[in-house]
């Protein structure tokens, strides 16, 4: 049984009623869980989508990648007479027609490549969507966590006031009875208002909350018609640290991208190698009517190779400068594993802070801040205590059971953090 639930079964036993806290959660629309926050944010949230269309942009371009050479084709025409000579003009006698093709032959396997050089690219934009979907996820996960904690808050606000309101009915009582002096009386109904004061501000939290989470997944739904549930507790078991490491290396999709870039890099040194090479123009035409030493090569076929000479021009910028980017995204890299290490040390320690933090809680504190209240008031009811002993009582009860809510807040958002280091969900 959990603590959160014992307060309420000890508020209903006292007060004769049942707790608030089942009561809030009946509403006409459905809570959505945190896995259908999460689909639903993955599905429409025009940020991601948008970066989407990125990565089918680099998938496009390697259809480009891949192409041939268009070949060529020329015609031209020459030898035609534009004016009479020696009383003769026949104009086309003498007309030559060529029509020409040529085509860029590409050595080297520069076309495979190029397009090989495409496909890492459309892997990188790929990984480098999954790391922004990974920080998103994050922050989706944090939003919801608050959501979570904010129910929680005015839940345990609404059962104090309950409780107190029980007390004041009791109290009143007393007065009537002659027990009771006007001026406490008067100080325990003036204590109410904090109890307002705490549901209106964990209303408007809460309100405030929900319209994050709501911006998050691009929901124009109303406030008081939007909902989440979910389990608010926390799990004392944590793997050791090792297991999260390897998880890390295997699962981070920043890393990932990095030792694709490395990939990348090598192949685009390789590829300004290729560019180095020459590249032969093949051509062929044909003639019609050509005046030739051959008086009966009246049509006639040519070829011709063409072959730049590269003795200035190899490609030697290229080749150095990805050459040096092998080295640099290497150098990269290596950061990227440092940073993956840290993210999840920082990560792990914070979630073993708050798993330290909140157990004492469940295991002793709520349980004696409980029972602690409840005995003083008992006594106070029968004037065995004091006003103000029933007053620190009540108060010290509420600081605990608050405190509890808020570590496993923190519990929680700190095991978000630690899923975000490693990469993905590894505590529910």
């Known amino acids: 049984m959990t603590p959160h639930l014992r307060i309420s079964i000890a508020i209903g036993l006292f007060a004769g009623i049942l707790p608030p806290v089942m009561a809030h959660g009946q509403t006409a629309t459905q809570a959505l869980t945190w896995d259908q926050v999460k689909t639903k944010f993955e599905a429409v949230n025009p940020a991601l989508r948008a970066d989407q269309m990125s990565v089918d942009e680099l998938k496009a371009a390697e259809i480009t990648a891949y192409l041939r050479p268009n070949p060529q084709f020329t015609l031209s025409a020459d030898g035609t007479q534009i004016a009479p000579y020696q009383g003769h003009w026949t104009p086309t006698s003498g007309t030559e027609a060529e029509p020409n093709f040529s085509y860029l032959h590409e050595r080297e396997h520069k076309r495979e490549l190029r397009l090989k050089s495409a496909q890492e690219a459309t892997q990188i934009g790929g990984s480098l969507h999954e790391d922004l979907e990974r920080n998103m996820i994050f922050s989706l996960r944090s939003a919801f966590v608050q959501t979570l904690e904010a129910k929680t808050v005015l839940d345990l606000a609404r059962a104090d006031l309950v409780y107190y309101d029980k007390i004041i009915e009791i109290s009143r009582a007393r007065f009537n009875a002659g027990s009771l002096a006007q001026v406490d009386l008067d100080r325990i109904e003036l204590l109410r208002v904090q109890y307002e004061s705490e549901i209106e501000n964990a209303v408007v939290n809460l309100r405030t909350q929900k319209i994050q989470l709501l911006q998050l997944l691009d929901d124009r739904t109303a406030v008081d018609k939007f909902d989440v549930t979910g389990p608010y507790d926390f799990s004392p078991d944590l793997q050791p640290l090792e297991a999260f490491h390897k998880i890390a290396l295997d699962a981070r999709p920043d890393l990932r991208a990095a030792l694709q870039s490395i990939e990348q890099a090598k192949t685009n040194h390789k590829l300004a190698i290729a560019d180095g090479s020459t590249d032969p123009t093949f051509g062929i035409w044909y ?35 990805t050459s040096i980017d092998i080295d640099r995204n290497v150098q990269l890299t290596e950061t990227a594993t440092g940073q993956v290490f840290s993210d999840v ?19 002793k504190y709520m349980d004696q801040a409980t029972r602690v209240r409840d005995t003083v008031t ?10 103000m002993d029933f007053l620190n009582a009540q108060s010290d009860y509420r600081v605990v059971q608050l405190a509890y809510v808020q570590h496993i807040g923190s519990y929680l958002t700190s095991a978000s953090q630690l899923n975000l280091a490693v990469g993905r969900e590894v505590i529910p």
Not at 307 to 321: M, T, V, Y
Not at 379 to 387: E, T
């Open 378 to 387: 008992y006594a106070y009811q029968r004037g065995g205590a004091s006003l």
């Open 345 to 363: 040390d920082s990560a792990y320690e914070q979630v073993r802070s708050n798993i330290a933090l909140v157990t004492p809680y469940r295991t």
């Open 287 to 321: 003639t019609y009517n050509p005046s030739f030493a051959n008086p009966y090569a009246h049509q006639t076929l040519g070829l011709s190779v063409s072959i730049p000479l590269r003795i200035f021009d190899r490609n030697q910028g290229e080749k150095a400068r």
